[in-house]
């Protein structure tokens, strides 16, 4: 089947399906004239493809609500359009390269491909989503506020969009990538939900349970509890672990009861 070119007329109809619709496009979050759509249609010769890509570069540009006019649209042309398929390889590759190079505390190899993957159009909140992901899986308690600069980005991009909020997801990125790294969380959550995969449900040590009637009390609940802030040998003398699990160790920090440290 030979795939003819479209007419003008029919691809400034699928514009503004794509600039307009609310489940696929973009959701009429920016706008443009019927002149304007009209001009892109021209200018990708008849491919359909082509012209959303453009529209989509253009609206990339602009923050909400802002209108596309002849001097977006110049830009826009003006734009290396980037190989980039997000339910794709490129996709996953490139998420998978920023999130390595974070790991290793490479802040130039991560401002690199966070920019490679923003100017290919990639969703500015999976971005943010797959930071604040770092913050926990590869840097942990080595640097909690991490977590905290992360979730400030997400917020900050919510609020703004692209193109303004670009700049605080590169912020995020770097800190991340800059930050003591240490996975001891990670691997010690992941300990904990196999022991619960594959050992029985035991019930909770008596003295750990809540006696919160006189029944429960004389069924021994609470029995041999020692509070902890009054009784400082509570911490090494008091089991709280299921006696299947006793001396069972998930946490394991390397340094400092955090997590081995490494500064990029």
């Known amino acids: 089947m030979i795939l003819q070119p479209l007419a003008p007329a029919e691809l400034a109809r699928i514009l503004r399906r794509a600039l307009d619709d609310k489940e696929r496009g973009l959701r009429g979050r920016v706008t443009a004239s019927d002149a304007t759509l009209e001009r892109i249609a021209h200018a990708c010769d008849g491919d359909a493809r082509r012209s959303l890509t453009l529209l989509e570069t253009a609206a990339g540009l602009l923050p909400d609500g802002a209108e596309i006019d002849g001097a977006v649209l110049e830009r826009a042309l003006q734009r290396k359009v980037l190989l980039y398929d997000k339910s794709g390889d490129q996709h996953y590759d490139l998420i998978s390269a920023l999130h390595k190079s974070v790991r290793n505390s490479d802040a130039d190899a991560t401002l690199y491909w966070l920019a490679r993957m923003m100017a290919a159009g990639e969703d500015g909140l999976y971005l943010a989503r797959r930071l604040v992901r770092m913050a926990s899986e590869d840097i942990g308690l080595a640097d909690p506020f991490a977590l905290r600069i992360a979730l400030?980005?997400?917020?900050?991009?919510?609020?703004?969009?692209?193109?303004?909020?670009?700049?605080?997801?590169?912020?995020?990125?770097?800190?991340?990538?800059?930050?003591?790294?240490?996975?001891?969380?990670?691997?010690?959550?992941?300990?904990?939900?196999?022991?619960?995969e594959r050992t029985s449900a035991d019930p909770v040590p008596l003295h750990l349970r809540n006696a919160a009637t006189r029944l429960m009390k004389e069924a021994g609940y609470g029995a041999g509890y020692r509070y902890a802030h009054d009784d400082p040998k509570a911490k090494d003398e008091m089991v709280?672990?299921?006696?299947?699990?006793?001396?069972?160790?998930?946490?394991?920090?390397?340094?400092?009861g955090e997590g081995e440290a490494k500064s990029g």
């Not at 912020?171 to 930050?179: E, I, K, T, W």
């Not at 959550?189 to 022991?195: F, N, R, S, V, Y």
């Open 152 to 196: 400030d980005a997400t917020e900050a991009f919510e609020r703004l969009g692209y193109p303004e909020g670009k700049v605080h997801l590169a912020q995020a990125a770097v800190y991340l990538a800059r930050a003591k790294k240490s996975n001891a969380l990670y691997v010690a959550l992941g300990a904990a939900e196999e022991d619960v």
């Open 240 to 256: 709280c672990l299921p006696p299947s699990l006793a001396g069972r160790r998930y946490f394991a920090p390397k340094k400092s």
